[in-house]
């Protein structure tokens, strides 16, 4: 693994002008490390016609840890990820502020590039749970990446 | 099934205030008859950091309808909707304005309200296309209902 640091609040800011969905819903990068993101977003202004967040901005909350995640732990000037497919099951309505954490070990980072360095692709799936305040998990999703190589 | 009429502007304007995110996207309500509803996103303002359509934009597109259908064809004083589980798949990039419709037939509208009325709840699904504007099918969503009564 890179000894390489980040600092969360410009990820947070390079996450908001890539995507203006995350920063409409105000997510922001709490932790970032090679293998190991925890991003958070608030209830206010997410919220639906029940007055709970909406899933819409549950489900962008379980994906973009999985751009910050590879910015952190691979080679963004080698590889770039596209997501494939989602699963998201709502377990419990979202009445407040949530977080998700998202991890990768080094073993399993270095097979992926392995893989994609073969292949010039490798999939791999990460499941995060999104959990409120007081820990309980309100939503668990499965997310299904694809590694590529630039120019491959 | 009932002779309502629905105003698109005003279910386009109706969905904006309820869910900020759907105003985010600029999505619009096309189509809204009992039993078929139509609702499309512009790619404009809804990219990810490799220039497609962003997924969470997509995820809420194929989410939206949802309510909207639910609106259109249910009686909102009676009845409300949650959605449980969504499943996206993205088969494409979304290169272009894309759209989505939602249909129910009047015989399965009638078997949920009818679960619905002796069991406080009934659960069903939606299997939705994303397609752009070159009628590609570019994701394509199942989305898992639950149907409540008001005060069950």
Same mark, same amino acid.
């Given at each position: 693994?890179?000894?390489?640091?980040?600092?969360?609040?410009?990820?947070?800011?390079?996450?908001?002008?890539?995507?203006?969905?995350?920063?409409?819903?105000?997510?922001?990068?709490?932790?970032?490390?090679?293998?190991?993101?925890?991003?958070?977003?608030?209830k206010e202004g997410n919220t639906n016609h029940i007055g709970t967040i909406y $899933?819409? *901005?549950?489900?962008?909350? /379980?994906?973009?840890? !999985?751009?910050?995640?590879? +910015?952190? =732990?691979? @080679?963004?000037?080698?590889?770039?990820?596209?997501?494939?497919?989602?699963?998201?099951?709502?377990?419990?309505p979202a009445t407040s502020?949530?977080?998700?954490?998202?991890?990768?070990?080094?073993?399993? $980072?270095? *097979?992926?590039?392995?893989? /994609?360095?073969?292949? !010039?692709?490798?999939?791999? +799936?990460? =499941?995060? @749970?999104?959990?409120?305040?007081?820990?309980?998990?309100?939503?668990?999703?499965?997310?299904?990446?694809?590694?590529?190589?630039?120019?491959?």
């Amino acid at each position: 693994m890179s000894e390489r640091t980040f600092d969360p609040e410009r990820l947070t800011e390079a996450t908001h002008r890539s995507v203006s969905m995350a920063a409409h819903i105000r997510v922001t990068v709490d932790v970032a490390e090679p293998g190991r993101v925890v991003l958070s977003m608030p209830k206010e202004g997410n919220t639906n016609h029940i007055g709970t967040i909406y $899933a819409g *901005a549950l489900y962008t909350l /379980a994906e973009l840890p !999985g751009g910050t995640l590879f +910015s952190t =732990t691979f @080679d963004p000037q080698r590889y770039y990820p596209i997501v494939k497919e989602q699963n998201i099951r709502f377990r419990r309505p979202a009445t407040s502020d949530v977080s998700v954490e998202m991890t990768m070990t080094p073993e399993e $980072a270095a *097979a992926i590039a392995a893989e /994609a360095d073969a292949n !010039g692709k490798a999939d791999y +799936s990460r =499941t995060v @749970d999104i959990v409120d305040a007081a820990g309980t998990v309100v939503a668990i999703s499965t997310n299904h990446y694809q590694m590529r190589t630039h120019g491959s």
